[in-house]
């Protein structure tokens, strides 16, 4: 049986994979950008040294994103869900996401595929915005019923 608590484990897995693999990305960055250089016709022009500044740049708000979802994560595991940490919480991921988009649309200057990144970027700060509106009113009705008696 599928259970909340099995869902949160897995996203916390999930999570930790992500991170893995950003590591794993950031280890191999030269060597899979050497690959991408040599596969791509419409690259080549930007040379190496732009896309690796847009990797390592742009794994550091992944990076705090990955960790301010498992740190959320485990405060909704621990029973707190509608707390103002989370909510600060999901502000900043959305900030992560708005950084990285505007991160991609600069990047778009040199290889324009990076528009697409960028939109999705900005798309999901939004909409991470938005849940964290509703987690602020959620927060301001549970203040006002624990004041009611």
Not at 10 to 31: E, N, Q, R, Y
Not at 121 to 129: E, K, N, P, Q, T
Request: aromatic share 12%.
């Amino acid at each position: 049986m599928w259970t909340n608590s099995r869902s949160l484990l897995l996203s916390k897995i999930c999570i930790v994979l992500f991170m893995a693999v950003l590591l794993l990305c950031l280890i191999t960055a030269p060597w899979l950008v050497s690959l991408f250089l040599r596969t791509s016709y419409t690259a080549q022009d930007a040379g190496s040294l732009l896309f690796l500044l847009t990797i390592y740049v742009g794994s550091v708000p992944a990076a705090a994103l990955l960790v301010l979802l498992f740190r959320l994560l485990q405060r909704i595991g621990s029973g707190r869900v509608f707390v103002r940490e989370n909510a600060a919480c999901l502000r900043y991921i959305s900030w992560c996401c708005f950084i990285g988009a505007v991160m991609s649309l600069i990047s778009a200057l040199y290889y324009a595929p990076w528009i697409a990144f960028g939109i999705a970027a900005a798309f999901m700060g939004l909409v991470i915005r938005v849940i964290k509106n509703v987690f602020a009113e959620a927060i301001a009705l549970q203040d006002d019923s624990d004041l009611t008696i």
